[in-house]
């Protein structure tokens, strides 16, 4: 078994509580759903947001889809000149026998733009 790694991404209208966690639990559960992925295969994952997103924490929203075994880390993204605002960032490791090409990638929202 080899750890992988699976990125995602989402934006969000305002920055508030309930539009960071409901963007961010949609992103978490279209990568599980993607991936075939168990909680349990989550080694960690790596959040980040734009700097416009302080309202909440994106680590929350996974904390309250039951991640509570699961390291997580956020941070803030860097502030490109021209780069998507209101954007939430995820890089998850995976326990997979699973090879790098086989892991699917999920863009969300806006985000669809940062990915061809």
């Known amino acids: 078994m080899a750890i992988r790694g699976i990125r995602g991404a989402t934006s969000v209208a305002s920055n508030n509580k309930e539009g960071i966690s409901a963007a961010t639990k949609e992103l978490l559960a279209a990568l599980v759903r993607e991936n075939e992925l168990a909680i349990g295969d989550i080694a960690s994952a790596l959040f980040s947001s734009t700097a416009g997103l302080n309202a909440e924490f994106p680590a929350v929203a996974a904390r309250e889809l039951g991640w509570n075994d699961t390291p997580l880390l956020c941070m803030q993204e860097i502030d490109v000149p021209g780069s998507l605002k209101n954007c939430i960032r995820v890089l998850l490791h995976v326990n997979t026998d699973k090879s790098q090409k086989e892991m699917k990638?999920?863009?969300?929202?806006?985000?669809v733009n940062l990915r061809r």
């Open 105 to 111: 990638h999920v863009y969300l929202r806006e985000a």
